[in-house]
């Protein structure tokens, strides 16, 4: 997530009790977040979102779905989001359905997003390796978005969301995650188009959808790293530029704030010149996955991409703890 820059954060299965909610919510530093609660070690939704750019509310919710309603500072858009888990038994998901379906009916449903892990495929292209999943389970779905009168994005870049990490002829992948539109959207965008991100520790991937310019990405925000703890020089550093911040002038509050956007950019320019081949071997290893994770999404894992993505996840791994 610290890499995207998207304004809003969907999660599925999150299996977050209050607690744990709560603390994933302090990791997020400036984003605010609506969590329901896990039952166990199952279920569970969320929503993260930045509060400079984005207003929302939740107006209804299940154990297995949530909708919000949604609006863009900058251009005054509001629209509905629903957030689904499709649970894994057919019975069970025909509820899931019947319930969003029926809320969604009531309400705008030309200015919708639906997104979720909706535990089934649309077509057997959705698919790679094991059983066929039962036509009536497909044709359910099928039903479902008809009735919702939504459109399905498909992935620029991939087809599959879902991977069980096997090798070879037990390897089975799955588009189970989607995001779905109203035609509003259609008509008053011309840019729309999904992504799915290179994975990382899931066996699901994120997927992210982009919609013109009203939902526009922020800025990246400053971050300590902990690896410049590693550093001895880190603190007589930071007191050598505090004492060469201090030529502004204006009120104390000024002042401090011009210090420390001094130190800042003293911080950054340190950072590129001290650990310049830590970051360069992290764009390698994140190139080098997103190639391999680029053949597993659009064909599946064989024995090759199996090792290849479990070598560099080990390295991709080390630096990042480095980081935390």
Same mark, same amino acid.
């Given at each position: 997530?610290?890499?995207?820059?998207?304004?809003?954060?969907?999660?599925?299965?999150?299996?977050?009790?209050?607690?744990?909610?709560?603390?994933?919510?302090?990791?997020?530093?400036?984003?605010?977040?609506?969590?329901?609660?896990?039952?166990?070690?199952? $279920?569970?939704?969320?929503?993260?979102?930045?509060?400079?750019?984005?207003?929302?509310?939740?107006?209804?919710?299940?154990?297995?779905?949530?909708?919000?309603?949604?609006?863009?500072?900058?251009?005054?858009?509001?629209?509905?989001?629903?957030?689904?888990?499709? +649970?894994?038994?057919?019975?069970?998901?025909?509820?899931?359905?019947?319930?969003?379906?029926?809320?969604?009916?009531?309400?705008?449903?030309?200015?919708?997003?639906?997104?979720?892990?909706?535990?089934?495929?649309?077509?057997?292209?959705?698919?790679?390796?094991?059983?066929?999943?039962?036509?009536?389970?497909?044709?359910?779905?099928?039903?479902?978005?008809?009735?919702?009168?939504?459109?399905?994005?498909?992935?620029?870049?991939?087809?599959?969301?879902?991977?069980? $990490?096997?090798?070879?002829?037990?390897?089975? =992948?799955?588009?189970?995650? +989607?995001?779905?539109?109203?035609?509003?959207?259609?008509?008053?965008?011309?840019?729309?188009?999904?992504?799915?991100?290179?994975?990382?520790?899931?066996?699901?991937?994120?997927?992210?959808?982009?919609?013109?310019?009203?939902?526009?990405?922020?800025?990246?925000?400053?971050?300590?790293?902990?690896?410049?703890?590693?550093?001895?020089?880190?603190?007589?550093?930071?007191?050598?530029?505090?004492?060469?911040?201090?030529?502004?002038?204006?009120?104390?509050?000024?002042?401090?704030?011009? +210090?420390?956007?001094?130190?800042?950019? +003293?911080?950054?320019?340190?950072?590129?010149?001290?650990?310049?081949?830590?970051?360069?071997?992290? =764009? $390698?290893?994140?190139?080098?996955?997103?190639?391999?994770?680029?053949?597993?999404?659009?064909?599946?894992?064989?024995?090759?991409?199996?090792?290849?993505?479990?070598?560099?996840?080990?390295?991709?791994?080390?630096?990042?703890? $480095?980081?935390?």
């Amino acid at each position: 997530m610290t890499k995207l820059t998207s304004d809003i954060f969907l999660l599925q299965e999150t299996k977050l009790n209050p607690e744990k909610a709560l603390e994933f919510k302090k990791i997020c530093y400036f984003w605010d977040g609506i969590f329901q609660e896990a039952h166990g070690l199952a $279920r569970g939704l969320g929503i993260l979102w930045n509060p400079s750019h984005i207003e929302i509310s939740c107006f209804a919710s299940s154990d297995f779905w949530m909708a919000y309603s949604i609006k863009c500072k900058k251009s005054n858009i509001c629209f509905l989001l629903f957030n689904i888990y499709g +649970r894994v038994k057919t019975e069970d998901k025909r509820k899931v359905w019947s319930k969003v379906s029926e809320l969604a009916l009531s309400l705008d449903l030309g200015k919708v997003v639906m997104v979720g892990d909706f535990n089934t495929i649309l077509c057997a292209e959705d698919k790679w390796g094991g059983l066929k999943l039962p036509t009536k389970v497909v044709e359910d779905f099928k039903d479902f978005v008809t009735i919702c009168k939504v459109a399905d994005i498909i992935p620029k870049n991939g087809t599959f969301t879902w991977n069980n $990490r096997r090798r070879d002829f037990v390897n089975i =992948a799955e588009r189970l995650d +989607r995001f779905f539109i109203g035609e509003w959207w259609m008509l008053n965008h011309h840019s729309i188009d999904s992504i799915i991100e290179p994975q990382c520790g899931s066996d699901h991937y994120l997927i992210s959808l982009n919609i013109g310019q009203d939902l526009e990405r922020h800025k990246s925000y400053f971050k300590f790293l902990s690896m410049w703890w590693l550093d001895p020089t880190l603190l007589s550093h930071i007191k050598n530029w505090w004492c060469e911040s201090n030529v502004f002038s204006g009120s104390p509050s000024f002042k401090f704030t011009k +210090r420390l956007q001094f130190i800042k950019r +003293r911080l950054k320019e340190w950072n590129n010149s001290s650990f310049k081949n830590v970051f360069a071997e992290k =764009a $390698r290893i994140e190139g080098e996955l997103e190639v391999v994770n680029s053949v597993i999404m659009a064909h599946g894992m064989t024995n090759v991409e199996f090792e290849a993505e479990k070598s560099l996840k080990a390295q991709y791994s080390d630096i990042l703890r $480095r980081e935390e």
